[in-house]
């Protein structure tokens, strides 16, 4: 009789692999569209993301660069995690995510986010506020911070101007300032950092021609809020142009890590598993659930390499199985459908040689077997379970035998469903 498996050693099987990685890159994939199409919906001036001369994203490229830890974040209840004394968080622009309201007509803040200040401030960390979207106001805390407009615009064009020497580092650099630019409401708590006199208008004799102050700086509890008034002076624009180094060192007042606020130019991280996964800080057990994800898709494709005999003792085809289960192990240990009775056959031989021996050469059981081995795995299996069955039969007794056979073939097995399957 003849071996019709394939010879050799080891057949690569690639169905395992490629399975688990295309599941695992269709995954990374539709992360990396979900991440980029946050990212296009920045529309406003300021963000750390945009490359065009109206984003920030030299100023905190620059910050990387020098050594600092930055953290762009899309969700803004993560300022509660930081670690505020080593922390500067940034604030440029934009206007808070669903934090308003009308009151008298007029648009106001409703709290959430002066809350978010007022807590970071209290565990002494460090704010810069640039370009707030309208007055805030603690009455906790007993700090306030308002941008003045020009009532006529067009008063003024853009200029330089110098720092406050006195307060600021030596080498401080000068600061930008765009066309009719806004200035800070301060009171006696607020030490002036940049500041300029007014431009007085020659068709407003009221007009206010006192200093104007630009930047500014005030410790509140533990904690430190610099404001200034407008946020053209670190836009790409302005930082390509004359790089300021020294003010932006200030800034951070040596703080190791910089924390910028991106919800507030629309970026917003949806509340889903990604958001847990970074708001509790689980990016552990996401690389162990994926592990056992691919683990498992690799083990139901098969072993990554076919081995035709793998342990020349190994019995396969278990005692007391069903045909279908016992051929389903079979499958299981990528052994190719059309040899599993060859094998479970030549399991048996190397097992019990002599009871093979009579099989082969008996005139009724041979033609048997030989027709079994050209059969579908489970109908083959079936019909050398039954000469197997037989032969111990007459190994006792020739009338034993003879009742074995007889009642092989009037009594047709029922499938169970696992047999079904295979069928």
């Not at 004799?205 to 509890?221: E, F, L, N, W």
């Not at 162990?288 to 076919?306: C, E, I, N, P």
Request: aromatic share 8%; hydrophobic share 40%; glycine share 8%.
């Amino acid at each position: 009789m003849s071996d019709s498996r394939p010879k050799g050693g080891m057949v690569l099987n690639w169905r395992g692999p490629l399975l688990a990685g295309g599941i695992f890159a269709a995954v990374f994939a539709i992360l990396l569209l979900m991440a980029h199409q946050n990212q296009s919906t920045t529309s406003d001036m300021g963000s750390s993301l945009r490359e065009d001369p109206y984003g920030t994203s030299l100023l905190f490229d620059a910050y990387a660069r020098a050594g600092y830890q930055v953290k762009r974040s899309q969700d803004e209840d993560s300022l509660s995690d930081q670690n505020a004394e080593n922390t500067t968080a940034f604030f440029i622009g934009g206007y808070p995510y669903n934090d308003w309201e009308f009151q008298k007509g007029n648009l106001r803040s409703a709290g959430k986010f002066r809350g978010r200040l007022e807590e970071f401030l209290a565990r002494g960390g460090r704010i810069v506020l640039i370009q707030p979207a309208w007055k805030l106001k603690s009455e906790s805390q007993v700090w306030e911070v308002e941008n003045k407009w020009n009532e006529t615009p067009h008063e003024s064009g853009p200029t330089w101007i110098s720092p406050d020497l006195h307060e600021m580092q030596a080498g401080s650099e000068k600061m930008y300032l765009g066309a009719d630019a806004p200035w800070l409401k301060t009171d006696e708590h607020w030490t002036a950092l940049y500041s300029g006199p007014a431009k007085a208008n020659a068709k407003d004799t009221k007009a206010d021609t006192s200093g104007r102050v630009y930047m500014a700086m005030r410790r509140i509890g533990k904690g430190e809020l610099i404001a200034a008034s407008q946020e053209w002076f670190l836009l790409n624009e302005a930082i390509k142009q004359r790089p300021n180094p020294v003010l932006l060192d200030f800034l951070t007042g040596g703080r190791p890590v910089i924390w910028v606020d991106e919800t507030l130019h629309g970026l917003h991280q949806n509340q889903g598993v990604l958001w847990l996964v970074q708001r509790y800080r689980l990016q552990a057990a996401l690389m162990l659930f994926w592990a056992a994800l691919l683990g498992l898709l690799w083990s139901m494709s098969g072993d990554l390499v076919r081995r035709p005999r793998r342990d020349q003792n190994a019995q396969i085809v278990r005692h007391g199985e069903s045909a279908g289960v016992a051929a389903r192990h079979l499958l299981q240990r990528s052994i190719p459908s059309e040899h599993v009775v060859v094998e479970c056959w030549e399991q048996y031989r190397r097992r019990s040689p002599q009871d093979a021996q009579a099989i082969s050469v008996d005139p009724r059981r041979g033609p048997r077997l030989r027709a079994a081995l050209a059969q579908t795995a489970l109908a083959g299996y079936k019909v050398l379970s039954e000469l197997i069955a037989e032969r111990r039969a007459s190994a006792r007794g020739p009338a034993h035998a003879d009742r074995v056979a007889s009642d092989s073939s009037m009594v047709t097995p029922k499938k169970i469903p696992e047999e079904a399957r295979i069928a």
